[in-house]
């Protein structure tokens, strides 16, 4: 059974940094794509970030230059740095793997960015 628990959100101050991560269990993950996703009040989850197996990374545009994806193979844990927060950034962040051809996701974790 694959499990995803993300973990570090919380309150911050515009400009300030808070550093997400994502510990998975229940399959081997080190050959698959992870990736950052978050839904902020009232609007659809959007994709925010992604990292392949060989640590390629690509970013949504509303976050280049200040996120940061990284994993850990060996731990089963991704991460999202977030530097330069603004309240824009407010929303339940999640993370994502497919297995399978089926889509897993855990529980999100709240980030919230004070004015």
């Known amino acids: 059974q694959v499990q995803l628990v993300e973990s570090g959100g919380g309150l911050v101050q515009a400009g300030g940094s808070l550093r997400l991560s994502c510990a998975a269990s229940g399959s081997s993950f080190s050959s698959k794509p992870m990736y950052w996703y978050r839904q902020a009040p009232g609007s659809q989850r959007e994709w925010v970030a992604l990292i392949t197996s060989d640590g390629s990374t690509n970013y949504a545009e509303s976050v280049k230059g200040r996120f940061t994806i990284s994993r850990d193979n060996a731990k089963n844990t991704v991460h999202l740095q977030m530097n330069s927060l603004n309240v824009e950034d407010t929303g339940v962040y999640y993370c994502?793997?497919?297995?399978?051809?089926?889509?897993?996701w855990g529980q999100g974790t709240q980030v919230t960015v004070s004015s």
């Open positions: 994502k793997v497919e297995v399978g051809g089926r889509s897993y």
